[in-house]
């Protein structure tokens, strides 16, 4: 596995201080971030997913616990839209460059803006995922939302 991904180029680049993990990705998990929580021997709060959704139909990044799902009128609200929806699997590929289950929010190849869940601002470090299946970055909350220029809010 490399440990050199579009993810961590981008926090290289920010001078942003970050730590690598790795876990066996497995394909078949039934929910891909409490896999990855449980592989790294983590709270799912701390573990945070990266989805991809549509806000009026334009791309939004979201990363919110591993544990929550997204609601969607929060995200709309946070946003400043009228509806969101969650973004096809293929398109998210396409977006990002990333293959679901190992999409990053940081490094995408087309950059969306960024809503971090305001929960997850309350913990010492975060993991979000390193750019491809099995790799996990370990950083401050409030270096994840410098390095994103994301906007926090509540969105579970």
């Known amino acids: 596995m490399s440990r050199k991904t579009p993810a961590t180029v981008v926090l290289d680049r920010a001078g942003l201080e970050y730590e690598l993990f790795t876990y066996e990705y497995d394909p ?73 289950g190992g999409i990053s929010p940081f490094g995408q190849r087309k950059a969306a803006p960024v809503f971090v869940e305001a929960g997850a601002m309350g913990h010492e470090r975060v993991y979000v995922n390193g750019g491809q299946r099995g790799l996990q970055i370990r950083l401050q909350p409030q270096a994840l939302v410098e390095g994103l220029r994301a906007k926090v809010a509540p969105l579970v």
């Open 28 to 100: 078949n998990a039934e929910q891909i971030g409490l896999h990855a929580a449980e592989s790294l021997g983590e709270d799912p709060a701390r573990v945070l997913k990266t989805l991809m959704a549509l806000v009026d139909g334009k791309p939004v990044c979201v990363v919110v616990p591993s544990d929550r799902e997204v609601a969607m009128k929060k995200l709309a609200a946070a946003a400043g839209g009228k509806s969101a929806q969650m973004m096809r699997p293929a398109d998210a590929e396409r977006v990002t460059g990333y293959k679901v």
